[in-house]
């Protein structure tokens, strides 16, 4: 996802510098180039080799060690940077960058770039909330930075509160969200379903399906960092609710479809990954179903779930692109062909079930996309490179034929 981009790592002395190799190794192993500058204290948390190591480009650390060479070296590592991410960033650095004092290696460089900047400030809660702190961060706010919101919880100084750095995972969402280009999907307003319905059977028991939300969250993440406006309706998943996005989170099929029936007005493009139930229990037990009430048989009463997708097709707005998925077993393209034209969709993105690499739980997919007057087969793609090539090809569909 960040071949050819060029990060500069920015690390400053906290605890948490050690979430900051974590994070260099995230974004070399998406094919980044990662520079890192450390501030002296930095080092005395975590070394400038292990970023070495990870990143296998030379940390840089403070301007007293320059020569001529290295001058010339941070500028051209600040222009060579698409973009700047000071993680941790402590009180001091923060309050620096905001007022532009360059009296190290990473201030001086910072102050020369121009790409897009971001800070993950990381301390004791009540520096973090101090005025002076959150000044400076306003500051930085006006001058173009994006400012990460820390995370809650125990703090190295046993406090509990704000200030604990992200995790690696987020950090990296940020970056990508950053820095994944074009911003074609700017203005557009986009809604995706994912994950799995619950339909209850019993207070303590329910009817569901193996998916995992993985390629919808793909999609919505994907999407926002193209700059849409995404809401991701989501059925119950162990997945990390991704940020950028508005999550609507429900269980039932019928949920699904008021949380995604009442929003689809405004939608210019929606996207149904989620497998929702086709049928659920036809009465709900007030109380758990016991064995001794019912003997060694038990047949269950289904009835039909609303099809949300036919639904959409049949109040589709004007101008908006509707897209299903469909995943099968057997005769996928002809079963999925069906579905798009009974749903009266511009595309279904198909797959097997029974293709290695594709389906539930896997982070790769292999997907069809077929279109009333075109079918175009993706290669074995993760889940996030599927999405991308996904909304390439919507926004191509919705632009028209080039021009001859
Ligand atoms: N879908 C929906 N509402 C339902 C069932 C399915 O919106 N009650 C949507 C899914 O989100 C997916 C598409 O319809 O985008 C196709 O789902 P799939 O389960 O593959 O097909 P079905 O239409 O349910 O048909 P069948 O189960 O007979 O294969």
């Not at 190290?104 to 990381?122: F, I, Q, S």
């Not at 996207?271 to 179903?289: E, F, L, Q, S, T």
């Not at 982070?363 to 007057?373: F, Q, W």
Request: hydrophobic share 45%; with cysteine.
């Amino acid at each position: 996802m960040l071949k050819g981009k060029h990060v500069l790592l920015g690390v400053t002395g906290g605890i948490a510098c050690y979430k900051a190799a974590a994070l260099a190794s995230a974004l070399v192993k998406q094919h980044c180039d990662v520079h890192v500058i450390m501030t002296r204290n930095a080092t005395e948390f975590i070394t400038p080799l292990t970023f070495e190591q990870l990143t296998g480009n030379r940390t840089v650390v403070d301007t007293f060690d320059r020569n001529h060479t290295f001058q010339v070296e941070h500028i051209a590592l600040a222009e060579l940077a698409d973009l700047v991410l000071i993680a941790p960033a402590t009180a001091n650095v923060l309050a620096k960058l905001a007022h532009g004092l360059a009296d190290d290696m990473l201030t001086t460089t910072v102050l020369a770039c121009r790409c897009p900047k971001l800070a993950a400030p990381a301390m004791n809660t009540n520096m973090y909330e101090n005025p002076v702190t959150q000044d400076n961060l306003a500051l930085l706010r006006r001058y173009g930075w994006e400012v990460l919101e820390p995370a809650s919880g125990r703090l190295a100084c046993g406090a509990v509160g704000k200030g604990k750095l992200p995790e690696p995972e987020d950090l990296l969402e940020a970056v990508l969200h950053a820095l994944v280009r074009p911003r074609d999907m700017e203005g557009l307003k986009m809604l995706v379903t994912a994950g799995p319905t619950r339909e209850a059977l019993d207070p303590v028991r329910y009817l569901t399906n193996h998916s995992t939300g993985r390629m919808g969250y793909a999609v919505a993440r994907a999407a926002a960092a193209r700059g849409a406006a995404v809401t991701l309706v989501t059925g119950p998943t162990a997945l990390k609710r991704p940020a950028y996005v508005e999550a609507v989170e429900i269980t039932s099929a019928r949920e699904m479809f008021e949380a995604v029936t009442g929003r689809s007005g405004e939608q210019d493009i929606i996207i149904k990954a989620a497998a929702v139930a086709d049928y659920r229990p036809a009465c709900v037990a007030g109380d758990k179903i016991k064995k001794s009430d019912r003997g060694d048989d038990l047949a269950l009463a289904l009835e039909r779930t609303d099809d949300i997708l036919a639904w959409l097709g049949a109040h589709r707005q004007p101008g908006q692109f509707l897209c299903g998925f469909s995943m099968e077993t057997r005769d996928v393209l002809e079963n999925s062909r069906k579905k798009l034209e009974k749903k009266g969709l511009d595309m279904i993105a198909a797959n097997s079930l029974r293709q290695a690499g594709a389906g539930f739980g896997v982070d790769t997919n292999i997907l069809t996309l077929i279109t009333p007057h075109s079918q175009l087969e993706l290669p074995l793609l993760s889940k996030d490179q599927a999405a991308h090539a996904l909304l390439d090809e919507i926004l191509r569909l919705r632009r028209g034929p080039e021009p001859v």
